[in-house]
């Protein structure tokens, strides 16, 4: 028996999953030679290469090693499949190794808010009067600064001939590529095509409660089960999974696990990035960015420069981001303190009250005044790789959608541990101006399920009146992110939602990012104070039965109350 602590916790890891130390052993030491004892390589995303390696090994066994794995465990059920099925196409020669994969610093998360005045950026949503604008939805991509190939460091010919077959990490998807891997182990199938009810693309996951699931999208072929997805808390086989939400959309892929088995995904169409609807103001051009706004002469990394670059000194004169990716602590403290009263503005003519009563609207009921991030961009002289981009950057934490067991739907956990300030993930949805999202919610049919809209009034109190196509919100119902699946806490959440300029110098579009607030462990649920106000009888979106069960929950007293929303 051996002492070395990070054996122990090698075999702790594996144990977990039904999987005997002696096994585990020989594959370890392999992979210890063949790493040169590197520790970190084979213990990162818990210790995934040396689980890949050890089911590589058994595959390589016959069915004697076969059994002898099921006597070790006593005849309990085999661990079910390897972490990474990877398929042929997977290990072909332009696939990366896991390892080969340049690791990020797992830190951008974007939220969602839906604030209604406590601590949030959103407001609630006006009620009545309907403007039919136009007929002819044009979209344009509001992108992020996405090059994911340049998120892989390349394949080196000692990279990749030195690792044997058996003790070879399972490759990893190349982000981006389009498609993905089909076949092989799949046990998902790409369906015929299916579209919602409001003729949008819909991404449908159905399935009998018991084996594959199956996926019915117009568009994108989502792989079969995959790796992350066959993870879950207490490594039992989910009842239904899929391989990736994001239809490799993201970097990352996100996974989706179902081990109670009962629900059905709901209809949307994942999109990586926001996307106008049709008449929101977003204007995206390098004309105007000033060379005042932007670190024109800075190159490479600026966090590496002796003093802040120009983008930094728009967020109080430093950087808000550490060399490895997180938020500061103090911005990070600041952006969580409840806000003051001279934090809020009070708009004279309130696009939210014009909407619901235009002849005589109400008083503004105050927009919360937010800290902002305000990231290099592309007309800035530094690189992608610029530590003053990371939300840009995507998402690079491994999600999983899973269906909470207290009844809350679908939610958001982690697969690894996050580090304080760590960016999980953007709020992404259709951007819509607020008379158009007005217009969505009168229309909609009380059988609609709507996720909720935030509205991007962070900093309404830089123009006095704000005109119906400036005042925007995202809708994620139709199409969205991940972000859409994380619900809601009334306090001590794990996510705060922070307002990040990226690639327009003025505020009425930006992006909505969520930080972790602590560390955050392994498998733990994802969440972010909406700010709803539970007893807003006029908000067009009902108020659902909270079920946080923190400590100072304001929603476990509506009873009778019933969300339409999910
Ligand atoms: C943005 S969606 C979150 C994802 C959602 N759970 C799903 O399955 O799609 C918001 C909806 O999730 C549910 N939800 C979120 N947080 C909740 C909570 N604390 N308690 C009960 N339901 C919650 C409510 O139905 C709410 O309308």
């Given at each position: 028996?051996?002492?070395?602590?990070?054996?122990?916790?090698?075999?702790?890891?594996?144990?977990?999953?039904?999987?005997?130390?002696?096994?585990?052993?020989?594959?370890?030491?392999?992979?210890?030679?063949?790493?040169?004892?590197?520790?970190?390589?084979?213990?990162?995303?818990?210790?995934?290469?040396?689980?890949?390696?050890?089911?590589?090994?058994?595959?390589?066994?016959?069915?004697?090693d076969k059994r002898e794995v099921d006597m070790g465990h006593g005849g309990s059920e085999r661990p079910t499949k390897k972490l990474h099925l990877a398929n042929d196409e997977d290990h072909g020669e332009s696939e990366i190794p896991s390892r080969m994969v340049s690791r990020q610093a797992s830190m951008e998360s974007s939220e969602p808010c839906l604030r209604d005045g406590r601590a949030g950026s959103s407001s609630q949503i006006p009620l009545k009067q309907s403007r039919d604008k136009g007929k002819n939805p044009t979209s344009s991509a509001v992108s992020r600064d996405n090059h994911k190939k340049d998120f892989l460091i390349p394949k080196t010919e000692e990279s990749t001939n030195c690792v044997p077959v058996s003790a070879q990490p399972a490759p990893m998807r190349r982000p981006g590529s389009s498609g993905g891997s089909t076949g092989g182990n799949s046990v998902t199938s790409l369906a015929s095509s299916e579209v919602g009810t409001s003729g949008r693309d819909a991404l449908h996951v159905s399935?009998?409660?018991?084996?594959?699931?199956?996926?019915?999208?117009?568009?994108?072929?989502?792989?079969?089960?995959?790796?992350?997805c066959l993870i879950t808390r207490e490594g039992k086989k989910p009842i239904k999974s899929l391989d990736d939400i994001s239809k490799s959309t993201e970097k990352v892929k996100i996974s989706l696990a179902d081990e109670i088995g009962n629900e059905s995904l709901p209809k949307f169409n994942y999109i990586p990035d926001n996307i106008v609807y049709q008449h929101a103001n977003v204007n995206i051009s390098l004309a105007r960015i000033s060379d005042e706004d932007c670190c024109i002469g800075c190159s490479g990394d600026c966090l590496s420069s002796e003093f802040p670059c120009a983008c930094a000194q728009e967020t109080g004169g430093d950087f808000v981001y550490t060399k490895q990716g997180l938020l500061k602590e103090d911005f990070l403290t600041a952006c969580m303190r409840e806000?003051?009263?001279?934090?809020?503005?009070?708009?004279?003519?309130?696009?939210?009250?014009?909407?619901?009563?235009?002849?005589?609207?109400e008083k503004c009921k105050g927009h919360h005044i937010r800290k902002f991030i305000k990231e290099c961009w592309r007309k800035c002289g530094c690189d992608l790789w610029c530590g003053n981009r990371v939300v840009q950057r995507g998402i690079s934490c491994k999600l999983q959608v899973f269906l909470t067991p207290e009844g809350k739907g679908?939610?958001?956990?982690?697969?690894?541990?996050?580090?304080?300030?760590?960016?999980?993930?953007?709020?992404?949805?259709?951007?819509?101006?607020?008379?158009?999202?007005?217009?969505?919610?009168?229309?909609?049919?009380?059988?609609?399920?709507?996720?909720?809209?935030?509205?991007?009034?962070?900093?309404?109190?830089?123009?006095?009146?704000?005109?119906?196509?400036?005042?925007?919100?995202?809708?994620?119902?139709?199409?969205?992110?991940?972000?859409?699946?994380?619900?809601?806490?009334?306090c001590d959440a794990n996510l705060i939602d922070i307002p990040v300029q990226v690639e327009t110098p003025d505020r009425h579009y930006y992006h909505l990012a969520f930080f972790t607030t602590r560390t955050v462990s392994d498998f733990e649920e994802l969440t972010w104070d909406y700010g709803i106000d539970f007893d807003d009888l006029e908000h067009p979106i009902e108020a659902f039965q909270c079920n946080c069960r923190s400590v100072a929950c304001r929603g476990k007293r509506q009873k009778g109350r019933k969300g339409k929303q999910h």
């Open positions: 028996m051996t002492n070395n602590p990070r054996v122990l916790k090698a075999f702790k890891a594996t144990r977990a999953l039904g999987i005997p130390d002696r096994l585990v052993k020989p594959v370890l030491k392999n992979l210890l030679a063949v790493y040169d004892k590197n520790w970190e390589l084979i213990e990162e995303d818990n210790y995934r290469t040396l689980v890949d390696a050890y089911f590589e090994s058994q595959d390589n066994k016959g069915e004697e399935g009998p409660s018991k084996g594959p699931c199956r996926i019915e999208h117009s568009q994108v072929d989502l792989n079969g089960m995959g790796s992350s806000p003051d009263k001279q934090n809020f503005f009070y708009c004279q003519d309130c696009p939210h009250e014009r909407l619901k009563n235009e002849y005589m609207p679908w939610g958001v956990r982690t697969l690894e541990v996050l580090q304080k300030g760590t960016f999980v993930c953007e709020y992404v949805g259709e951007i819509l101006t607020n008379t158009e999202l007005y217009e969505r919610n009168t229309h909609s049919s009380g059988a609609e399920r709507h996720t909720y809209p935030v509205t991007l009034d962070a900093d309404w109190g830089s123009e006095r009146v704000l005109r119906d196509e400036d005042a925007l919100c995202l809708d994620a119902t139709f199409h969205g992110n991940v972000a859409r699946f994380i619900n809601h806490r009334c």
